[in-house]
């Protein structure tokens, strides 16, 4: 089996479970999997940021801001240089068959979840030159099910581009889907997204997310 990150060729191990359900095996080599860092305590217990006991610096900030949102962040891995170079791949380059890298963890993680999961989406430019959504198809590659409930307007500049100030003053660049607003009344919602930075995206997308009446809101990241 080829790894897709190295493309070193390595022998596949099936844990007993992948064999009974016949699943496919783990995509990475022990190495690039080894190079990944799981997410572990000591965390902010709002946002994951790790290292922190208590809630942090920046989400103070966001509780001064958003008094009445309860913020319960869960991210799998840390952003180290080994995620870097993973999404400058991914989405950069459009590598879209490294969408499988996590396909395990993510299915882990989610396949008990009972909100309805809603992935950030991307603007039709971006779309265009990437070609695809990276966070659908992260959680495709699960086969995890998700539902389209946001859009993405044009920016005139994409967030990787923007210094943290300017990310932090940008306007929100999402809105609703008109015929989701009824579906989301009343149901628990996870918003996925692929890297959680400044946490700006993530409550952007809570405020129109709110707008449509959902019982609760909680966010999800693949790396913080
Ligand atoms: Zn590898
Ligand atoms: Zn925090």
């Not at 389209?148 to 609703?176: G, I």
């Not at 889907?177 to 930075?197: F, P």
Request: proline fraction near 6%.
């Amino acid at each position: 089996m080829k790894c897709p990150l190295c493309e070193q060729e390595f022998l596949a191990t099936y844990t007993i479970r992948e064999v009974f359900f016949g699943r496919s095996p783990y995509p990475l080599c022990v190495a690039c999997r080894e190079s990944f860092v799981k997410k572990s305590d000591p965390a902010c217990p709002n946002c994951a940021k790790s290292g922190e006991t208590g809630t942090c610096a920046d989400c103070k900030r966001w509780k001064l801001e958003y008094p009445n949102r309860h913020f319960d962040h869960h991210a799998l891995f840390e952003y180290n240089d080994a995620m870097h170079l993973y999404f400058s791949r991914y989405k950069f380059f459009g590598e879209l068959h490294l969408s499988h890298a996590f396909k395990q963890e993510l299915l882990l993680a989610l396949k008990h979840e009972k909100a309805l999961l809603i992935p950030i989406p991307i603007s039709r430019t971006t779309l265009r030159r990437r070609g695809f959504n990276q966070v659908e198809e992260l959680l495709k590659s699960s086969g995890l099910p998700y539902i389209h409930a946001l859009r993405k307007k044009e920016t005139p500049r994409a967030q990787s581009e923007l210094t943290r100030k300017e990310r932090m003053t940008a306007p929100n660049p999402f809105f609703l889907l008109e015929e989701c607003g009824s579906k989301l009344a009343d149901r628990h919602l996870l918003l996925i997204d692929d890297v959680y930075t400044t946490g700006r995206t993530l409550n952007h997308a809570r405020d129109i997310l709110e707008t449509a009446h959902p019982a609760s809101i909680r966010t999800f990241s693949l790396a913080r």
